[in-house]
């Protein structure tokens, strides 16, 4: 028998439905501070719209419903560490989104400080099985600033070595790499065009 029971201003993460090749993906749902339900995201054959499917959920499958209750500061931070990047920036940006005063604080994969799950950014994306592709990390905005190319926008991480060039400021070598490129096309196209042949 499970003592997991819905309280108020608690976010709840359950299986729900799934997408091609996977089973069931997590699903939220929020009951605010008067207790009232709301469905954050839900999907396929097992999303539950509504409270009476949540609470059937519960019943029946408890141990595929996570609770976290979302006045205390330490269970925020624990859902915000040990819940998938998509989750936390999804129910983050729902919360924003419908004037909930409910902030979500990863850590930063760049600097390890806790940064605002909305204003985050994801990064390291992978496939996740089927055709899902998820971010795996979020940055800071700071972080995101000093480690991401001006060239191809990519976020390469406090280990990068970033280059100045004549032409290029703050660029991975894989940018500069392909200004060399051009440069060098562009010549060919001038010596060619300028043979006569």
Not at 98 to 123: F, H, I, M, Q, W
Request: with cysteine.
């Amino acid at each position: 028998m499970t003592n997991k029971r819905f309280r108020r201003n608690m976010l709840v993460a359950y299986h729900g439905g799934g997408y091609d090749g996977c089973i069931w993906e997590w699903n939220y749902a929020y009951f605010d501070k008067d207790g009232k339900f709301h469905d954050i995201y839900s999907t396929g054959y097992a999303g539950c719209e509504t409270e009476e499917k949540l609470r059937a959920k519960l019943r029946n499958q408890p141990d595929e419903v996570e609770l976290t209750n979302l006045n205390s500061e330490r269970a925020r931070n624990n859902f915000a560490d040990t819940e998938g990047i998509r989750g936390v920036v999804g129910c983050a940006t729902w919360f924003a989104t419908n004037g909930y005063d409910v902030k979500l604080s990863p850590k930063c994969n760049g600097c390890g400080c806790r940064c605002n799950a909305v204003e985050g950014e994801p990064t390291g994306y992978r496939g996740v099985g089927g055709i899902e592709i998820h971010a795996q990390e979020i940055v800071c905005q700071e972080c995101s600033s000093a480690y991401t190319c001006t060239g191809c926008n990519e976020y390469y991480g406090p280990d990068h070595k970033f280059v100045e060039t004549e032409h290029l400021s703050h660029v991975c070598e894989y940018c500069v790499e392909n200004e060399a490129r051009k440069n060098d096309t562009r010549l060919l196209v001038v010596n060619d065009a300028g043979c006569g042949e």
